[in-house]
């Protein structure tokens, strides 16, 4: 049976992917749309690492923001946590543990999760993580999914569509990150800023 501290290990990895979500997220962004970082850069003689790093900080934005979105039954994601919490045994041993949480709560706590999850803008990302991140599109075959190209700014709402329903689970349990995730982008942000102040 699934027991409080197996949903707590969940939780807690999830908890951490968003956090990689954001730092790297955080971190690319400038790299993309600081016009004056943009032009100091293509000033040097390095903006080819220069493009490497941005594409490296976008890559793993998608890829750490899909892995909390995975249906993978064998890894931790929320759709393996919306499991979890709808079943009773679980609802049971989280109370016992003093984190009664009520049913009806669960399901319009999933009912807004299902709503992320069913997005054009995270299909996009699924797709782009599919076919061209984790793997590499055949390029004899066409695509015949239904999922539109990913572009700018998908990352950016997934990502703030993701904190309040990572941050209600972890409430439902009883789980506390290190720092709440709005505070994380924060403090990322302006990690960022200082870190492409000084380059070039």
């Not at 934005?61 to 079943?87: E, F």
């Not at 209600?168 to 990150?177: E, H, K, L, Q, V």
Request: aromatic fraction near 8%; glycine fraction near 2%.
């Amino acid at each position: 049976m699934t027991t409080h501290v197996e949903v707590h290990h969940i939780a807690r990895v999830i908890s951490i992917d968003l956090d990689l979500a954001i730092a790297f997220y955080e971190t690319f962004f400038p790299s993309g749309q600081d016009a004056k970082l943009v032009a100091r850069v293509n000033n040097s003689d390095f903006y080819p690492a220069f493009n490497i790093v941005s594409d490296s900080l976008h890559r793993n934005a998608i890829l750490a923001l899909c892995r909390i979105w995975d249906t993978q039954s064998d890894s931790a994601n929320l759709n393996s946590l919306a499991n979890m919490l709808s079943n009773s045994q679980v609802l049971a041993d989280l109370a016992r543990a003093g984190h009664p949480v009520d049913p009806k709560q669960i399901e319009k706590w999933q009912a807004e999760a299902a709503k992320v999850r069913d997005s054009d803008e995270l299909k996009a990302l699924m797709t782009a993580r599919h076919r061209a991140l984790a793997h590499t599109a055949n390029p004899n075959r066409a695509y015949k999914g239904k999922a539109r190209v990913a572009i700018y700014g998908d990352e950016r709402r997934a990502i703030e569509w993701t904190i309040p329903i990572v941050e209600r689970a972890n409430a439902f349990i009883g789980y506390a990150y290190v720092l709440p995730f709005d505070e994380q982008r924060k403090i990322r942000r302006e990690h960022a800023a200082t870190f492409w102040d000084r380059v070039a």
